[in-house]
Structure formats: structure tokens, C-alpha cells
């Protein structure tokens, strides 16, 4: 069995060490009773939790991509970047350049004649 040897405190450090104990206990009283800006268990809170959280890993995923992104070209030439990945993906071709709508032109007269006279309908 190992003993140690205990080292005694003078009475300036006994004084210190209780003069710390007290500042702590009056530190912990204050931080317990001090009222939360916004309390972490409410829908808002949670959810920005989740907003922040999905914000950081998108942004974090972006900076991991972008050089093997950047690697390809499109038809164009063009270097390739995550946000034009992303928008070929999630967001959809405009109706106008779809194959069944592709010829279908309306005159834009015809179509004013045809507002016109559905608001008159609706009104009767």
C-alpha cells in the first residue's frame, strides 16, 4: 500500500478555498433562479433546433462536394457546381418545354377572350 503524504493548507489558503466555495454557491443559486430567454422544450424551439442542425450539415455536405463537383462539365462546357446539381434534380423543367405542350401556342388574344368570359359567368 502506497501512502501519500497529505499536504496541510495554511490558514490564507483554507481562507481562499472557502472564500471560492462561497462564490461558486452564490454563482449556481443566481444561474438556478435566473429566467431562460426561450424555454428548450417548446414546438419553436425544437424545431429551430432542427432548422439549425439541417443548415449545418447542408453547408458542411456543400464544402465537401463542391471540388468533385467541379471536376465535371455540363453539355455546355461549363464547370459544374452543386447548386446547378441540385437544381437539375428538385427543381422541374418548366411546363412550356414539355413535349406535350411543346406545341401548343394560344394566342393571346383568344386567351384574354377567354378570361373575359369566364369572370362573366362567375358573376351571374
Known sequence: RIRRKVKKLD???????YQL???L?????????RKMLLRPNTNFAV???VLFVVCVIL????LALEPRVAQHRDEAGQRLTVGMV???YLVPDPVGEWPQCSGLEIDRHVREEHIISNRRKSRR
Open 25 to 33: 454557491a452564490s454563482e449556481v443559486k443566481d444561474l438556478k433562479w
Open 86 to 88: 441540385l437544381e437539375h
Open 21 to 23: 466555495e462561497a462564490e
Open 59 to 62: 453547408e458542411i455536405t456543400h
Open 47 to 49: 424545431t429551430w433546433r
Open 11 to 17: 490558514v490564507d489558503a483554507k481562507r481562499r478555498l
